[in-house]
């Protein structure tokens, strides 16, 4: 899936670019969003993940837009002070904690620029820890741009005059003191593509990584589920349903986590992965994976191999991964924390059970009934017995898909 991020040079009064702001830009390569949360983070995602930093921003810093909330959750912590400057939306107010967290990021050496500065802005709190103030030319009259510019003498700051369109507001921003230059004067926001890749909850591979351990520690696994809303929401909501039997109600995670047991919450995590996997991917795919799943653990129950039923689950679950997440499957594979012979066996290096189990999925799904006799029989399990799987495996995946939507 493309991605866009728009970038807007910001020139010195000598004419020479010292940064870019960055712009959130959608689908259709417009501002079509009003959060402002969901915004930055799309930048930042788009930016620093999909496209890259030095592909974005090949000179200066970037000024990146951050709401109160943003600054609160301490998200600018995240980069490194000499490659942004925090701009500060114009409707963030100098609550304490917003204060606070300012500070924080002036001592860790950040740039902080107040955005769209306009006479009436009554916040002296914020103005006095900003280095940068932008005026807003397009939302200010000539007058009101020289009592802005009279007003923040008295503060050690810079002026930045933005949304310049003409020769002559150039001229008068330099007259009011601006040192800095932004606009359609000097060019319009140019629209950078890249591609979305699609990866792993890191999450996910934390609880996995315990699982994987001789003896796992539900202490240690219900802090690390703890960080993720969507799996500890997930999780509270399996326990009461109705597959557990809860004649309580269960509200807290740890005794959740012991409810289900290493082995299902292993698997749940894997399910829930897959789930995150496939958003924005046809819904066929995310079924035929489940239902490949389930018929795979099944069949594999009933065969010589029941022992491995675990990974032959794994083998289905993991067995479109490539279409999933838009990569060769080898190198989707590596992320995923599964063992190497069904790995092997998922990227056709090693002719084993697990791959057996993917030439019998694959092959009942075309209806190659030669190659569904052949493969029955080296599972010892019949044709009818199969099928009856099938179905099933069929109705497992309409549970699970209508448990999580609510239904």
Same mark, same amino acid.
């Given at each position: 899936m493309e991605v866009y991020v728009a970038r807007q040079p910001i020139l010195n009064d000598n004419g020479q670019i010292v940064a870019y702001e960055l712009l959130y830009r959608g689908k259709?390569?417009?501002?079509?969003?009003?959060?402002?949360?969901?915004?930055?983070?799309?930048?930042?995602?788009?930016?620093f993940i999909n496209i890259g930093f030095d592909d974005v921003i090949d000179k200066g810093k970037a000024f990146l837009n951050f709401t109160g909330d943003l600054i609160k959750r301490g998200v600018p912590t995240m980069f490194n002070n000499e490659k942004i400057?925090?701009?500060?939306?114009?409707?963030?107010?100098?609550?304490?904690?917003?204060?606070?967290?300012?500070?924080?990021?002036?001592?860790?050496?950040?740039?902080i620029a107040?955005?769209?500065?306009?006479?009436? +802005?009554?916040?002296?709190?914020?103005? /006095?820890?900003?280095? *940068?103030?932008?005026?807003?030319?397009l939302l200010t009259d000539k007058l009101e741009r020289l009592r802005i510019a009279y007003r923040l003498k008295k503060f050690n700051v810079?002026?930045?005059?933005?949304?310049?369109?003409?020769?002559?507001?150039y001229i008068e921003a330099k007259k009011i003191g601006c040192q800095y230059f932004q606009g359609f004067f000097f060019e319009k926001p140019q629209i950078i593509k890249g591609v979305n890749i699609k990866s792993l909850n890191i999450t996910h591979i934390s609880a996995l990584n315990e699982l994987k351990k001789e003896e796992p520690n539900y202490k240690k696994l219900t802090e690390i589920v703890k960080k993720d809303f969507s799996m500890t929401f997930k999780f509270l909501k399996l326990v009461n349903s109705v597959a557990f039997y809860s004649r309580k109600k269960v509200e807290?995670?740890?005794?959740?986590?012991?409810?289900i047991g290493f082995n299902e919450i292993?698997? +749940?995590?894997?399910?829930?992965?897959? /789930?995150?996997?496939? *958003?924005?991917?046809?819904?066929?795919?995310?079924?035929?994976?489940l239902i490949r799943a389930r018929f795979a653990e099944q069949i594999s129950k009933k065969s010589k191999f029941r022992e491995n039923n675990d990974k032959f689950f794994l083998t289905g679950l993991f067995s479109l991964i490539d279409v999933i997440m838009h990569k060769d499957k080898g190198e989707a594979l590596k992320e995923i924390p599964i063992s190497i012979d069904v790995k092997n066996a998922l990227s056709e290096k090693e002719d084993n059970a697990y791959s057996k189990m993917i030439e019998l999925l694959e092959s009942y799904e075309r209806g190659n009934f030669d190659k569904i006799d052949e493969l029955t029989s080296y599972f010892g399990i019949d044709l009818q017995k199969t099928n009856e799987e099938y179905f099933k495996?069929?109705?497992?995946?309409?549970?699970?898909?209508?448990g999580k939507n609510g239904s």
């Open positions: 259709s390569q417009t501002m079509d969003i009003s959060d402002g949360n969901a915004a930055t983070l799309n930048v930042i995602n788009n930016t400057v925090i701009e500060i939306l114009e409707d963030v107010k100098p609550e304490k904690e917003v204060i606070e967290k300012i500070l924080q990021l002036k001592e860790l050496g950040f740039t107040l955005d769209d500065f306009v006479l009436d +802005y009554e916040y002296d709190e914020l103005i /006095e820890l900003a280095d *940068i103030v932008k005026i807003d030319f810079k002026l930045l005059a933005e949304k310049v369109e003409t020769n002559d507001e807290s995670l740890d005794i959740a986590l012991v409810r292993n698997r +749940y995590i894997f399910v829930l992965m897959l /789930e995150d996997l496939t *958003i924005g991917t046809p819904e066929a795919v995310a079924e035929t994976a495996a069929i109705k497992w995946e309409k549970q699970i898909n209508g």
